[in-house]
């Protein structure tokens, strides 16, 4: 059973940064990609960055690219989201997800079906 449990976020002014983890638990030798996901108020949830689990593959949405990083620790089961140059478009709930099933590579588009299992959230506010 993968168990996600996320943590970090919190109010951050424009400009500022965050770092949010996520726990991973389970059979964590299947799993192929994991991301982060964010869903605004009202919008629908859409994807922030993925990286795959065991080899180098890191993929960004446009919004977010040059300012956020993922990055994971295997040995920790942990993965990572630095979050720098923060704006206000930025406050959403933050997800963090795992794909075991996708070889198509569609995981790393951000496709959301390919992610089976997901945290319980952590709230991203950017504001002055």
């Known amino acids: 059973q993968v168990q996600l449990v996320e943590s970090g976020g919190g109010l951050v002014q424009p400009g500022g940064s965050l770092k949010l983890s996520c726990a991973i638990s389970g059979r964590t030798f299947t799993y192929r990609a994991v991301a982060w996901f964010r869903q605004a108020p009202g919008n629908e949830r859409e994807f922030v960055a993925a990286?795959?689990?065991?080899?180098?593959?890191?993929t960004y949405a446009d919004s977010v690219r040059g300012r956020f990083t993922i990055s994971k620790d295997i040995a920790n089961n942990a993965l990572y989201l630095q979050m720098n140059s923060l704006k206000p478009e930025d406050t959403a709930v933050y997800y963090c997800?795992?794909?075991?099933?996708?070889?198509?590579?569609?995981?790393?588009?951000?496709?959301?079906?390919?992610?089976?299992?997901w945290g319980q959230g952590t709230q991203v506010t950017v504001s002055s």
């Open positions: 997800a795992v794909s075991q099933s996708d070889y198509s590579g569609r995981a790393y588009q951000g496709e959301l079906r390919q992610y089976e299992s």
């Open positions: 990286i795959s689990w065991t080899g180098g593959i890191t």
